[in-house]
């Protein structure tokens, strides 16, 4: 069992930036691929973000490329999300996830097996 909890959501005013924390714990989080999701109401859950265990290798969704950054410390099991320049459409709860069988950084959801619980961000125009 691989849990998470997700961290740093809030308001902010567009164009302006928040750090995103995913703390894990249970089994080895050095490991595993984690990504970063979201989901805006009315919406479906949408990629954002993912990362292999050593951090070499990264995916973006084309929405968040040049704004936001992936990155991980494996010593402190947490995973973070540097959001820039964010825009209005960026409001949404926040999910980091964890794929315990793949060593890939890959956008599809359904193939990650564990989930944290969100966190809110909100950004106004």
């Known amino acids: 069992q691989v849990q998470l909890v997700e961290s740093g959501g809030g308001l902010v005013q567009a164009g302006g930036s928040l750090r995103l924390s995913c703390t894990a714990s249970g089994r080895t989080f050095r490991t595993y691929v984690m990504g970063w999701f979201r989901q805006a109401p009315g919406k479906e859950r949408e990629f954002v973000a993912a990362?292999?265990?050593?951090?070499?290798?990264?995916n973006y969704a084309d929405f968040v490329k040049g704004r936001f950054t992936i990155s991980r410390d494996n010593a402190k099991n947490t995973l973070y999300l540097q959001m820039n320049s964010l825009k209005p459409e960026d409001t949404a709860v926040y999910y980091c996830a964890v794929d315990v069988q793949t060593s890939r950084a890959h956008s599809e959801y359904v193939r990650y097996d564990y989930w944290g619980q969100g966190t809110q961000v909100t950004v106004s125009s």
């Open positions: 990362i292999n265990w050593t951090g070499s290798s990264t």
